[in-house]
């Protein structure tokens, strides 16, 4: 069955600092996709990237890049100069290999950023 | 243009009474989904759509039910709340061709 580990629950850093969360999957698929939400004291999940797994190239937006590495199943996220703004929770997720796939989440990372 | 729009965002029903929560959809995506997220803890499935064909997560509460009257709408129906459903409702739709997913901005439930 498909998992997500994400194994910091909390992260505080101070404004301008780089930070990585870390996210770890397990699937039986042989291709598959891998997702990043955002998740800001709203509520609403905001979608951030969604990358097949044919692709291990390295993937930069702005002040954001992810870094896949299928050889360890990892698919890491950076915000580089973090902002207050980035204080969020952010989830992992890749769907299950079965039916309709559902999105299986990690238990997400909450970071926190201070001026 | 907002594309999956959930109605209302914040909801406050009494322990007991029957609640109603809306989604929305202007994407035409034939797979529609409902999520719960409790405090500090990740979204999980209640349940999912495919068309009009419903499908229930083994272990969803029989107090939660779903509704599809047409591809644009869904909601969610809360027989009997109770204190632990208390949660963030989130809905998403998804296109099986594309395999993106679209999340609403969600729905607040507080139990009082």
């Known amino acids: 069955a498909q998992k997500v580990t994400q194994a910091q629950t909390e992260i505080s850093v101070v404004e301008k600092e780089d930070v990585t969360l870390d996210c770890v999957y397990e699937t039986r698929d042989t291709t598959y996709y891998l997702f990043w939400y955002k998740q800001p004291p709203s509520g609403e999940l905001v979608f951030l990237i969604r990358r097949n797994s044919f692709d291990e190239q390295n993937e930069i937006s702005g002040r954001y890049s992810w870094n896949f590495q299928k050889s360890t199943s990892s698919f890491n996220f950076t915000i580089t100069a973090s902002q207050v703004v980035d204080s969020a929770v952010y989830f992992c997720?890749?769907?299950?290999?079965?039916?309709?796939?559902?999105?299986?989440f990690g238990t997400g990372t909450r970071l926190l950023v201070s001026p | 243009d907002a594309m999956v729009i959930q109605n209302p965002r914040y909801q406050v029903t009494q322990f007991g009474k029957p609640v109603t929560l809306s989604c929305s959809q202007t994407l035409n995506h034939n797979v529609m989904y409902w999520y719960q997220q409790k405090s500090s803890q990740a979204p999980k499935l209640l349940f999912h759509?495919?068309?009009?064909?419903?499908?229930n997560e083994a272990d969803t509460p029989d107090n939660f039910q779903s509704r599809r009257p047409n591809t644009s709408f869904c909601f969610l129906d809360i027989r009997s709340p109770g204190l632990g459903d208390a949660a963030m409702y989130l809905c998403?739709?998804?296109?099986?061709?594309?395999?993106?997913?679209?999340f609403g901005s969600g729905t607040r439930l507080t139990v009082v």
């Open positions: 759509y495919y068309d009009k064909d419903f499908n």
């Open positions: 998403a739709t998804r296109d099986l061709r594309h395999g993106g997913y679209t």
């Open positions: 997720a890749l769907p299950a290999d079965t039916g309709f796939q559902k999105l299986v």
